[in-house]
């Protein structure tokens, strides 16, 4: 299905000034019509303009069917007798065929800034008609969280924002039964499939990229690969729907309730390795400085049992949690 647009349809300002002219005629020809017979003129021609003229009173108000009023990016899929008819885009008061009636199936479907896909029940009032114009705008789908596992059996809570607009409406209306529905699917499974490569956090041995190597990518450290591979396989999806994906970013992302306290463990202990490790250098480093300064400037002779007990205490001071309390020995180290 390819869209076609109505650009050539006259402007629908001028045929409602002429069909208000008409009505206006009708009426004045109706009132000369009664003044005539009641003076005695020509019945047959008096009877036969009084006809046309309350005929159009009748029927005048079908063209009227045909103006159509679009405001800035808006759109109007028109049917006739079940087939498409074309297109309108652009502002403007329109004039189409009367008979055309507009087309959305997804009119009642709204997609909420931050929820579900949800539906508005239709009104019961009188006089209330569904809107079947289709938005052109840029807008926002941001679905609920989900969880999700991610390549190492970790189940990890993730939500999206998805920018959207509709580039087809031909597509976007008779393709899928429902875009905004079709759309909203889509993310959730596109999600689910990415997600599903890629660890929480970095880890060893695990190939992201599909090249049979080990590589660094990650949900929290590799955050802008992540969403752009979600963006090109939501886009993907909805091609044949006339959907344009332009931008997909990352809203919430962590571990689910059930793990989140023992990763939480995780992770406070890899750092404090990850610290004692760097204090231990640095402390052994300065051992290592400070026995070769001795050495070098001749200060003092140690020999090994003595080098090694300087060693253990230099450790301890430098590699404990508290201030060590020195004990001064008044006597000789010998």
């Not at 402007?11 to 000369?32: D, E, K, P, Q, R």
């Not at 997609?111 to 705008?137: C, F, H, R, W, Y």
């Not at 979600?230 to 059930?258: F, H, M, N, S, W």
């Not at 070769?292 to 090694?308: F, G, I, P, Q, Y």
Request: charged share 20%; aromatic share 6%.
């Amino acid at each position: 299905m390819q869209e076609k647009l109505l650009s050539k349809k006259p402007h629908g300002l001028t045929v409602a000034v002429i069909f208000g002219a008409l009505y206006i005629v009708a009426i004045i020809g109706i009132i000369a019509c009664v003044r005539q017979l009641s003076n005695g003129a020509d019945e047959a021609a008096c009877v036969i303009g009084g006809i046309v003229c309350a005929a159009w009173l009748c029927l005048g108000w079908i063209p009227f069917m045909g103006l159509k009023v679009l405001k800035p990016q808006e759109a109007l899929v028109l049917t006739l007798f079940g087939k498409y008819h074309g297109t309108l885009k652009g502002e403007g008061l329109y004039f189409v065929n009367p008979f055309c009636t507009s087309f959305n199936p997804a009119a009642k479907t709204k997609l909420g800034q931050s929820g579900d896909v949800t539906t508005e029940k239709p009104s019961s009032s009188a006089g209330q008609t569904t809107n079947m114009k289709i938005s052109l705008k840029v807008m926002t789908l941001s679905n609920a969280k989900q969880k999700i596992n991610d390549c190492l059996g970790n189940p990890v809570e993730i939500g999206i924002a998805v920018t959207w607009r509709v580039v087809d409406t031909a597509k976007a209306v008779f393709n899928v039964d429902n875009y905004k529905e079709f759309l909203s699917l889509q993310c959730d499974t596109a999600l689910r499939d990415i997600v599903r490569i890629y660890p929480y956090d970095v880890a060893p041995n695990v190939d992201t990229t599909g090249d049979g190597l080990a590589d660094d990518g990650s949900l929290r450290g590799s955050s802008e690969v992540v969403v752009k591979r979600i963006r090109d396989k939501i886009q993907e999806k909805v091609a044949d729907a006339g959907l344009e994906i332009i931008e997909a970013r990352i809203t919430y992302l962590a571990y689910a309730p059930e793990i989140a306290a023992a990763m939480l463990q995780r992770q406070q202990a890899s750092a404090i390795i990850d610290a004692r490790k760097m204090i231990v250098d640095g402390a052994v480093g300065m051992v290592e400085m400070a026995l070769e300064r001795l050495s070098e400037n001749h200060t003092v002779e140690l020999d090994e049992e003595r080098k090694a007990a300087m060693v253990s205490n230099l450790l301890v001071v430098l590699c404990g949690n508290k201030d060590a309390q020195p004990v001064v020995n008044s006597g000789s180290i010998y």
